[in-house]
């Protein structure tokens, strides 16, 4: 079951829990949703990792450097993953990473919307630059939060492929996570660290909020009927809400 006809069938399929596992069985809209998904994804990694790039330097230590190396690493590899499994349709994986400058950042107070920029699929968080390392521990921090609910959420999803490929980055992304949420900690331990991390967590806070999507998405009701989406915006948004402000109160810094 290939063709466009057989697409009805295919989402009672999928409906009930069912998986697909290469090309050669992937309908003509599930690809097009699919290939959608995976460029957000891997596009979000590479600018995630090419914008990250820059705290290296600015780490304050040896410790805070290697950190920071390894997260620019592993994204970069983790988007490299996806994109194999893009090339199994005819992605062209060396074009594609030509394909835009992933270091590029907009304006810091100009408001980027949500929707994808042209051809380019990171999420809107992505676009805004960074400024400075504690800037760049807590957007890693409080994304990396939102990464962990997000990738949960992929790790159920009907293409089979991809499932497999999250499940095998996702424990390397919660450290990420992990490793912003310690660089934050040590920040915090100095008055003028505190305040620098507060006034970030106020900048980025609301910024990888938006990357959960609108509320009564007509998007997430087209991707649940193909087994690529399963839980709303909304609770996925609560659920990273209830963990970050749990994090951060802990922190004091909230």
């Excluded at 069985?25 to 290939?35: C, G, I, K």
């Excluded at 330097?57 to 994109?83: C, M, T, Y």
Aim: glycine share 8%; charged share 30%; hydrophobic share 40%.
């Amino acid at each position: 079951m290939t063709n466009e006809s057989d697409t009805m069938s295919i989402e009672d399929y999928l409906a009930k829990g069912g998986k697909l596992s290469s090309p050669e069985n992937v309908p003509v809209r599930y690809r097009a949703e699919l290939m959608r998904l995976m460029s957000s994804f891997v596009d979000s990694e590479l600018a995630g990792s090419a914008g990250f790039a820059d705290a290296i330097n600015q780490a304050p230590g040896i410790r805070e450097r290697i950190a920071a190396s390894r997260i620019v690493l592993e994204k970069a590899a983790h988007a490299e993953k996806v994109l194999d499994l893009m090339s199994d349709f005819g992605t062209d994986k060396a074009k594609y990473n030509q394909s835009h400058d992933w270091s590029a950042r907009g304006p810091r107070d100009t408001h980027v919307d949500t929707r994808r920029q042209g051809g380019d699929m990171r999420l809107s968080v992505f676009h805004y630059p960074l400024s400075g390392w504690a800037d760049a521990c807590v957007m890693n921090a409080l994304m990396g939060m939102a990464t962990v609910v997000q990738m949960d959420e992929m790790t159920g999803v009907s293409y089979a492929p991809l499932a497999d490929v999250i499940r095998e980055i996702a424990p390397v992304e919660k450290r990420h996570m992990e490793l912003g949420l310690e660089g934050l900690e040590r920040l915090a331990e100095g008055d003028e660290g505190r305040a620098a991390v507060k006034e970030a967590v106020a900048y980025w806070y609301p910024r990888v909020a938006e990357t959960f999507g609108a509320a009564g998405s007509d998007r997430y009701d087209r991707l649940a009927k193909l087994g690529l989406r399963h839980t709303t915006n909304e609770d996925l948004l609560a659920r990273w809400k209830a963990d970050a402000d749990a994090r951060l109160a802990e922190l004091k810094l909230a």
